[in-house]
């Protein structure tokens, strides 16, 4: 990024879109800096409201690599985003684009619907392959399975008259020919129709603040998003790491940390707690990693530790420090799956347990790289159908029963090295799953959790009879125990390396170059009229001849 990019006292770079885009959509919005693009869809957040990108749905298309369609997709991936007028998509010459492999593609689209009835709307959608489709969190229409798309798959929901309701429909191309097609039928109509394109928008801007409202970070907890924080002026952002200052520079209770970095394995707990591991015989050292250097705190990365299919890491745990069931708390590692399960496999990859000998359910909470068959052991939430196996997950016992939540996110051989965490949000009763970014809330069922008891395992489930099955195949690295929902700013993989912050010597100076002039000018008069507060200068609402005033009678130089 180069200095012109860096707004007056290194407010961030979000907000410079406001003023120098021409509210066009074919002009920068889809070629956002990593920090102008907080929700990670490919555009930049400020454009991310009605009046820059009009009608239609954000489509995000991403390649695939050759063990699974959605589980080996990763942000890296996305090969671009553009708008798409609605979901209508059978011999079109134009879908997937260009860019896109014309097999083996996966879709994204993200935006609002708003409609002009009130009641029960029934959608239905036709497809080849896979599809499914969310409207405010809930999941109307879910076939995520190779087909030919000769069949119809419903579902209906409750909308209201003008207001907006968030909308997520993703689709995968697996081989052979792709289409797909989303229909409604609103209460006044008699037959199903394309969903026309006046009704969707590809802003998700829902309260009108200028940011986009949907998967925003808030990495202090003030309410206050840190888009909004950094475009307003709020926060700094000197590092350009996406991530206000304050954040950077506090420090998340870390109640271990394993880096598995010795050769021969001697597993230490490098957060100073001393909760060190201990490894049985058939898990040893690798020098494969993730990475040469740790992103957030620049320390060498020498290796990983090796699960085959059998093994364990313990830590006792005589005063229950790892009893978190009831308690928020975050996981987060880097891991590489050695072979990709399935449904059908009893295999279910086990990363982290923390239970007592008498079953699962006195799990306090069991987190699983792949799901496996796991919704044929008790209660399950989340993905309802076409579970591949791979799916992460995470399990807790209530003293009574014990249930799973299954992501949709998925982990698979050929995705290599990942980064992955689990969030467990007891105050909002959620839990957030995220994988190199890609991120899904579920809400807990409220069944309730045990603390749980008895040893911290990693790479192994065991059964009430105190043997081990279940293992994880794969290599682990980096893994981190957090009391509290960690934001993803605050992860291993975010860079803080904050450099000294200028200030702002005058108003007016709104690129921080030491002088009032015509570039100053220009950006205020391409705010004429807006709220934003960074070309505020008389704290009035509104850009207007106030302001003008006062940028002109500090012309010049700086003092």
Same mark, same amino acid.
């Given at each position: 990024?180069?200095?012109?990019?860096?707004?007056?006292?290194?407010?961030?770079?979000?907000?410079?879109?406001?003023?120098?885009?021409?509210?066009?959509?074919?002009?920068?919005?889809?070629?956002?800096?990593?920090?102008?693009?907080? @929700?990670?869809?490919?555009?930049?957040?400020?454009?991310?409201?009605?009046?820059?990108?009009?009608?239609?749905?954000?489509?995000?298309?991403?390649?695939?690599?050759?063990? #699974?369609?959605?589980?080996?997709?990763?942000?890296?991936?996305?090969?671009?985003?553009?708008?798409?007028?609605?979901?209508?998509?059978?011999?079109?010459?134009?879908?997937?684009?260009?860019?896109?492999?014309?097999?083996?593609?996966?879709?994204?689209?993200?935006?609002?619907?708003?409609?002009?009835?009130?009641?029960?709307?029934?959608?239905?959608?036709?497809?080849?392959?896979?599809?499914?489709?969310?409207?405010?969190?809930?999941?109307?229409?879910?076939?995520?399975?190779?087909?030919?798309?000769?069949?119809?798959?419903?579902?209906? /929901?409750?909308?209201?008259?003008?207001?907006?309701?968030?909308?997520? /429909?993703?689709?995968?191309? @697996?081989?052979?020919?792709?289409?797909?097609?989303?229909?409604?039928?609103?209460?006044?109509?008699?037959?199903?129709?394309?969903?026309?394109?006046?009704?969707?928008?590809?802003?998700?801007?829902?309260?009108?603040?200028?940011?986009?409202?949907?998967?925003?970070?808030?990495?202090?907890?003030?309410?206050?998003?840190?888009?909004?924080?950094?475009?307003?002026?709020?926060?700094?952002?000197? &590092?350009?790491?996406?991530?206000?200052?304050?954040?950077?520079?506090?420090?998340?209770?870390?109640?271990?940390?394993?880096?598995?970095?010795? @050769?021969?394995?001697?597993?230490?707990?490098?957060?100073?707690? &001393?909760?060190?591991?201990?490894?049985?015989?058939?898990? #040893?050292?690798?020098?494969?990693?993730?990475?040469?250097?740790?992103?957030?705190?620049?320390?060498?990365?020498?290796?990983?530790?090796?699960?085959?299919?059998?093994?364990?890491?313990?830590?006792?745990?005589?005063?229950?420090?790892?009893?978190?069931?009831?308690?928020?708390?975050?996981?987060?590692?880097?891991?590489?799956?050695?072979?990709?399960?399935?449904?059908?496999?009893?295999?279910?990859?086990?990363?982290?347990?923390?239970?007592?000998?008498?079953?699962?359910? @006195?799990? +306090?909470?069991?987190?699983?790289?792949?799901?496996?068959?796991?919704?044929?052991?008790?209660?399950?939430?989340?993905?309802?159908?076409?579970?591949?196996?791979?799916?992460?997950?995470?399990?807790?016992?209530?003293?009574?029963?014990?249930?799973?939540? /299954?992501?949709?996110?998925?982990?698979? &051989?050929?995705?290599?090295?990942?980064?992955?965490?689990?969030?467990?949000?007891?105050?909002?009763?959620?839990?957030?799953?995220?994988?190199?970014?890609?991120?899904?809330?579920?809400?807990?069922?409220?069944?309730?959790?045990?603390?749980?008891?008895?040893?911290?395992?990693?790479?192994?489930?065991?059964?009430?009879?105190?043997?081990?099955?279940?293992?994880?195949?794969?290599?682990?690295?980096?893994?981190?125990?957090?009391?509290?929902?960690?934001?993803?700013?605050?992860?291993?993989?975010?860079?803080?390396?904050?450099? &000294?912050?200028?200030?702002?010597?005058?108003?007016?100076?709104?690129?921080?170059? +030491?002088?009032?002039?015509?570039?100053?000018?220009?950006?205020?008069?391409?705010?004429?009229?807006?709220?934003?507060? %960074? %070309?505020? !200068?008389?704290?009035?609402?509104?850009?207007?001849?106030?302001? !003008?005033? /006062?940028?002109?009678?500090?012309?010049?130089?700086?003092?």
């Amino acid at each position: 990024m180069n200095e012109k990019s860096r707004l007056p006292v290194c407010l961030g770079v979000i907000s410079s879109a406001l003023v120098a885009f021409s509210l066009s959509a074919q002009d920068g919005c889809f070629t956002p800096d990593a920090c102008e693009d907080l @929700n990670g869809n490919g555009v930049v957040d400020a454009c991310e409201n009605v009046d820059s990108l009009g009608t239609g749905l954000l489509g995000s298309y991403y390649g695939s690599c050759s063990g #699974s369609i959605y589980g080996g997709v990763t942000p890296s991936e996305r090969i671009l985003t553009r708008v798409d007028a609605n979901i209508d998509f059978r011999n079109d010459s134009d879908f997937p684009p260009a860019e896109v492999p014309g097999d083996r593609f996966f879709v994204r689209w993200t935006g609002a619907i708003t409609s002009g009835e009130s009641g029960v709307h029934g959608f239905r959608a036709r497809h080849d392959d896979g599809f499914r489709c969310s409207v405010n969190g809930q999941w109307i229409i879910e076939d995520w399975v190779d087909q030919s798309g000769g069949e119809y798959h419903a579902g209906e /929901i409750e909308l209201t008259a003008g207001v907006p309701a968030l909308v997520v /429909i993703e689709y995968y191309d @697996n081989s052979g020919s792709d289409f797909c097609e989303l229909e409604w039928r609103t209460p006044s109509m008699d037959e199903h129709e394309i969903v026309p394109t006046d009704v969707f928008s590809p802003s998700t801007d829902l309260d009108g603040d200028g940011y986009p409202d949907f998967d925003v970070e808030d990495c202090d907890g003030d309410g206050i998003s840190d888009a909004v924080a950094l475009g307003s002026g709020l926060s700094r952002d000197c &590092d350009l790491n996406c991530v206000p200052d304050e954040c950077d520079e506090s420090e998340p209770e870390v109640l271990a940390w394993y880096r598995f970095e010795s @050769n021969p394995l001697v597993i230490i707990d490098s957060s100073g707690n &001393d909760r060190h591991l201990i490894a049985s015989s058939e898990v #040893s050292f690798s020098s494969d990693r993730f990475s040469n250097e740790i992103p957030r705190t620049g320390d060498d990365n020498s290796g990983s530790v090796e699960f085959p299919d059998d093994g364990q890491l313990r830590f006792p745990d005589p005063d229950g420090v790892f009893a978190l069931g009831d308690e928020s708390f975050t996981v987060e590692a880097w891991l590489k799956v050695n072979a990709a399960t399935t449904e059908n496999n009893d295999q279910r990859q086990y990363l982290l347990q923390k239970k007592s000998a008498t079953g699962d359910v @006195n799990a +306090g909470f069991q987190i699983l790289a792949q799901c496996g068959n796991i919704a044929a052991a008790g209660d399950w939430y989340g993905k309802s159908s076409n579970r591949g196996g791979n799916e992460i997950g995470i399990r807790f016992g209530n003293g009574t029963s014990a249930y799973t939540m /299954i992501s949709r996110i998925q982990l698979v &051989d050929c995705a290599g090295w990942v980064h992955m965490s689990v969030a467990v949000d007891q105050e909002n009763q959620r839990v957030r799953f995220e994988v190199d970014g890609v991120v899904e809330w579920q809400d807990l069922p409220g069944l309730g959790h045990v603390p749980g008891q008895g040893a911290l395992r990693i790479g192994a489930h065991s059964t009430s009879a105190g043997d081990l099955d279940q293992h994880f195949d794969g290599k682990l690295d980096e893994l981190r125990i957090i009391r509290g929902v960690l934001p993803l700013s605050g992860m291993l993989d975010r860079s803080t390396e904050v450099e &000294d912050c200028p200030e702002n010597p005058c108003d007016g100076d709104y690129d921080d170059s +030491g002088s009032v002039d015509g570039a100053d000018l220009t950006q205020l008069l391409g705010g004429w009229g807006t709220v934003d507060v %960074l %070309l505020d !200068l008389d704290g009035a609402p509104g850009i207007d001849g106030a302001d !003008l005033t /006062i940028l002109l009678g500090n012309w010049g130089v700086c003092p």
